[in-house]
C-alpha cells in the first residue's frame, strides 16, 4: 500500500514539473553518457585537448538569437550533416578530452538529437558528461519550443565524479525574461586514468552588467580549489571575454544588423549586446589572472595574433566577409609540464561548422 | 491581445471541462441550445440531428460538427459524429505570433507557412445508464488531409496540442475513450473520462487523457465545472506527463473552471 502511496505521489510529483528547469541548486550532479560501443583506449601521457563551441550543431545558420539571422528551426538534415562534418574533424583531429559548449539535447530547433550520443556513437570517444544552461519544456519565442543546451565533457577515458556548478544569473533583465533565460554552468569532472580534472565552461555573453566578473571569478575559484589540493586540471572552453590587450574591444558596427544603430546618443542601447568588452572596470583584462596563474594553449606572446581569432557571429562572413575577429575561447592547465611545445592550434579552417573555432593543444603529463 | 485570447480558447478547446454529456451518443433535444466559453454551440437542430461548431474560433478555425443518433445495440444507445476542421489561418496567426518587446511570442516558428488543411474525424458513440454511473465509450478515425508541404518542424509539442495537430503530419490517426458520469446529488455529479489517442508512425505516436470534474448543475440553464485533465503522452523528445492547466510561473494550482449556460429556443 505505502509502495502504491510512493509510486502515485511520485507520478504527481513528476507530473508537476514546472516548464523551465530553475537549477537551483549551486553544485548539482552532472549526467553522464557513454558511447554504444566503446573503442579501446591506452592512457597516454600526452592527451590531446580541444575546446569547441558547436553552436548546437547549427555550423553558420542564420539563428536569430545569436547573429542577424531570421531563421529559427534548422532542418534535421542540415543538423545531422553538420554533425557528421563534426564528427569528421574530431575523428581526424583524434582528441582524448574535448571541452564541447553549446550542445543541444533533444532541442526542437535542432531536430531533437540527442547530441552527445551521437557524438560518442561516431567517434573514438568513450564518454560524456553533460550540463544544461538552458532547459525549457516550451519556449514561446519565435516558436522556438523545446530546448535542452548545454556544456559537455567528452573522453576517450572513463568520467567520475561530474559536477554542475551554477552560475549567477544576469541581474539586467526582467523577471520574466530571466525566468526563461539561460542559467550557465561550469562542468567539472575528474579522468582518474589521466589522474586529471577536466573543467569547462561557457560564461555570458550579452550580459551588460557585471556578470562575466562573476562567472569569470568563479571559473579561477574552481579551478583554485583544484590547484590547491595540489590536483591537474585541464580547464577552458568560451569564455566570451578577449585576451588581455586585444587591439579591439568594440565590435558593435562589425556585428550590427540592417535595423540597428549604436554608438549614437539618445539610442538605446549605445552598444550593441555581446559585441563590446569594456562594460565594468576591468573587463578588457579580465582574463589576466588566469593567464598570470596557469599555463594557456595559445601563450601570450601570440594570443593576440590573427591566426589565433576563434568568433565572429554566424552572419559575418554573408555580411562583412569576415570569418573570424576576435579569440572567445581559451585552454589552461596547471600541469607542470604545460603543455607541449608547438602542440596549441586555432583550428580557423573549421570555420564554416560553427561560428566558433576549435582550439587544441597536446598536454605533457610526463613533465618532460 | 486578439491572438492571445485565441490561444487561450484554443488550449482552453482542448483542455476543457465539459458540459451536459456533450460525448455521449444522445444528441440535445430538438431547439436545445448549450454553450460554454471553451465549449462549442450546440444545437439540436431536429430530434435525430445535433450540429456543433465553436462560434469565437469560427473565423479562424472553421469548423463543424454533427452528432446523429442511430438504432439502440441492446441497452446501448447509439450515434455517430462527424467533424471538419479547418485549423490553417489559425496556425497561420499563431506562427506570426504577437510582439511582445523586441521579442515574437508564437508557438511556432515565423518561418514556417502552413499549408491549407482539412480535419475529418468520424467517431462511433454507444452510451448506456448502469446502476452506479452513465457510460459512454466511443472510438473513432481521424483523417488530415493537406494541400501542400507541412514541415513536421512546424509542430506545436506541447501537451493536448501536439498529439491533435498531429493527425496533420501523420494524415491519420484513433481515437477510443470512456466517459463514466455519475450523479451524486440533486445538483452535484462527478465525470470522469480516459481518452487514448493513437497516431501510429509519428514520432510522437500516442497520448492518454484523464480528466475529473465535479458538476454542478444549478438549473437546466446553468452549470459549473471544475477539476483537472492529466496528460501522459510521447513527444519528438521522450516521453511526459502533466497535469493541466498549470501556472509554472507561480508553482500553483490555478482550478479549472468552466461556465455553462443553456437554452430552449421557441417552436415555431
Given amino acids: 500500500m505505502n509502495c502504491k502511496v510512493l509510486l502515485i505521489g511520485l507520478a504527481l510529483v513528476y507530473s508537476c514539473e514546472p516548464f523551465v528547469n530553475e537549477f537551483h541548486d549551486k553544485i548539482s550532479v552532472a549526467k553522464l553518457y557513454e558511447a554504444t560501443a566503446k573503442t579501446p583506449a591506452a592512457t597516454t601521457a600526452a592527451p590531446r585537448v580541444i575546446t569547441w563551441n558547436i553552436r548546437f550543431g547549427a555550423a553558420r545558420f542564420p539563428f536569430y538569437g545569436d547573429s542577424c539571422g531570421d531563421k529559427v528551426i534548422a532542418k534535421k538534415n542540415d543538423i545531422k550533416d553538420n554533425l557528421d562534418n563534426i564528427v569528421a574533424e574530431i575523428n581526424s583531429l583524434n582528441p582524448d578530452i574535448i571541452l564541447l559548449q553549446e550542445v543541444d539535447m533533444f532541442s526542437k530547433r535542432s531536430g531533437y538529437i540527442n547530441q552527445i550520443q551521437y557524438l560518442l556513437d561516431n567517434t573514438a570517444m568513450n564518454y560524456g558528461c553533460y550540463a544544461s544552461i538552458w532547459q525549457v519544456d516550451f519556449v514561446p519565442n519565435y516558436g522556438l519550443g523545446r530546448v535542452d543546451l548545454g556544456n559537455a565533457i567528452l573522453s576517450k577515458y572513463e568520467l567520475t565524479d561530474a559536477e554542475r556548478i551554477q552560475l549567477r544569473l544576469r541581474t539586467d533583465q526582467s523577471g520574466l525574461v530571466q525566468y526563461f533565460y539561460l542559467r550557465r554552468n561550469i562542468l567539472k569532472v575528474k579522468i582518474p586514468d589521466l589522474n586529471l580534472y577536466a573543467v569547462n565552461i561557457h560564461a555570458t555573453a550579452f550580459a551588460t552588467d557585471d556578470t562575466k566578473q562573476e562567472h569569470v571569478d568563479k571559473f579561477i575559484q574552481v579551478l583554485a580549489d583544484i590547484d590547491l589540493t595540489g590536483d591537474q586540471f585541464i580547464a577552458g572552453g568560451d569564455l566570451n571575454s578577449l585576451p588581455p590587450g586585444a587591439p579591439v574591444i568594440d565590435f558593435c558596427e562589425h556585428d550590427m544588423c540592417n535595423d540597428e544603430n549604436f554608438h549614437m546618443e539618445g539610442i538605446e542601447p549605445f552598444h550593441k549586446e555581446g559585441s563590446y568588452f569594456d562594460n565594468f572596470d576591468g573587463e578588457p583584462n579580465i582574463l589576466q589572472p588566469l593567464y598570470g596563474a596557469y599555463a594557456p594553449a595559445i601563450n601570450s606572446q601570440v594570443m593576440n595574433n590573427p591566426e589565433h581569432l576563434t568568433h565572429a557571429p554566424s552572419t559575418s562572413n554573408e555580411r562583412w566577409d569576415i570569418k573570424y575577429d576576435r579569440k572567445l575561447d581559451y585552454l589552461f592547465t596547471n600541469v607542470a609540464g604545460g603543455w607541449v611545445h608547438g602542440s596549441a592550434a586555432t583550428h580557423q579552417n573549421l570555420w564554416l561548422l560553427s561560428d566558433h573555432m576549435p582550439v587544441s593543444a597536446v598536454l605533457n603529463l610526463s613533465g618532460d | ?268
Fill in chain 2, 1 to 268: 491581445m486578439k491572438k492571445i485570447i485565441y490561444i487561450i480558447i484554443l488550449i482552453g478547446l482542448l483542455s476543457g471541462a465539459q458540459n451536459w454529456a456533450p460525448h455521449s451518443a444522445h444528441p440535445l433535444p430538438e431547439k436545445r441550445w448549450e454553450m460554454g466559453f471553451f465549449q462549442p454551440l450546440r444545437y439540436g437542430y431536429t430530434e435525430t440531428l445535433e450540429v456543433s461548431l465553436h462560434p469565437l474560433l469560427f473565423f479562424v478555425m472553421p469548423n463543424l460538427s454533427v452528432k446523429i443518433p442511430h438504432k439502440n445495440m441492446g441497452n446501448w444507445s447509439t450515434a455517430s459524429r462527424h467533424s471538419l476542421l479547418y485549423p490553417t489561418p489559425l496556425l497561420n496567426m499563431l506562427s506570426k505570433g504577437t510582439k511582445i518587446g523586441n521579442n515574437i511570442a508564437s508557438l511556432i516558428s515565423p518561418n514556417f507557412l502552413i499549408p491549407p488543411m482539412v480535419g475529418i474525424s468520424n467517431d462511433w458513440l454507444m452510451s448506456r445508464s448502469l446502476a452506479f454511473a452513465d457510460i459512454t465509450l466511443h472510438g473513432g478515425i481521424d483523417l488530415g488531409i493537406v494541400f501542400g508541404d507541412l514541415d513536421e518542424q512546424s509542430s506545436i509539442d506541447l501537451p493536448l496540442v501536439y498529439h491533435r495537430l498531429g493527425v496533420y503530419y501523420n494524415t491519420w490517426g484513433l481515437d477510443l475513450g470512456i466517459d463514466i458520469f455519475r450523479q451524486l446529488t440533486k445538483r452535484l455529479g462527478i465525470h470522469t473520462d480516459f481518452d487514448l489517442r493513437l497516431l501510429p508512425g509519428l514520432s510522437g505516436s500516442y497520448d492518454v487523457e484523464h480528466k475529473l470534474l465535479l458538476v454542478w448543475t444549478k438549473s437546466e440553464g446553468f452549470q459549473v465545472c471544475t477539476g483537472y485533465k492529466f496528460v501522459y503522452g510521447q513527444f519528438p523528445y521522450g516521453d511526459e506527463a502533466r497535469f493541466l492547466p498549470y501556472v509554472p510561473m507561480a508553482e500553483t494550482w490555478i482550478p479549472m473552471v468552466e461556465l455553462q449556460v443553456a437554452g430552449n429556443r421557441k417552436k415555431p
